[in-house]
């Protein structure tokens, strides 16, 4: 019965070869448009060995990376490429700035800190002063002097006193206000991840 399901019947095997000197007069079957053809894996990693002799499309060269890598014939996933491509490069430039950053309290390199858990900014959401996050946790949990009102005191930034109501961890330093923001809410998206998980937020 299976048998019945084969998609050629055994009568058409004997004309194959009549078919076949028709495929000219017919649209070519193997025609595959620009777009649904891949582009080349080799030239979209870096370098194609074959060269100008390759069979397949080479992407056209992306400024950012370097790399043949956009499809002539795929606008949508062009854009997509160098979106990604210039969020990497701009991650990668502020890794590079990160690492010369220095604690105000400490003095040190916070990324050059021995630990990994020192390797750590705490950002403040009121001024721009840069912090390890073990310095301004330590500065803000130390009683402060007699005399002070002693929640401003906890929550002022120890160099400019500007009021900041909490501290962000972050292992990035940032250039600009936009991308101080999105470390703010990158936070504040893990810290709700945190608060509706009843196991994390009460070991706290
Ligand atoms: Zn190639
Ligand atoms: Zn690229
Ligand atoms: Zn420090
Ligand atoms: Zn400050």
Redesign the pocket.
Known sequence: MAHTLSCKPAWTEAFEVDTSLNDESGPCPTYVSPADQPICSFAASGKCPRGDRCPHIHGDLCSICGKHCLHPFRPDEREEHIKMCHKNNKHLEALKCSQEIECSVCLERVLSKPTAAERKFGL?SE?D?PFCISCIRNWRSNSPASGMDVNSALRA?P??R?LSYFVIPSVIWYSSKEEKQEIVDSYKIRLKYVIITPSAAFTQ
Request: with cysteine; charged share 15%.
């Open positions: 403040l001024c002063h930034c160099i400019c500007k």
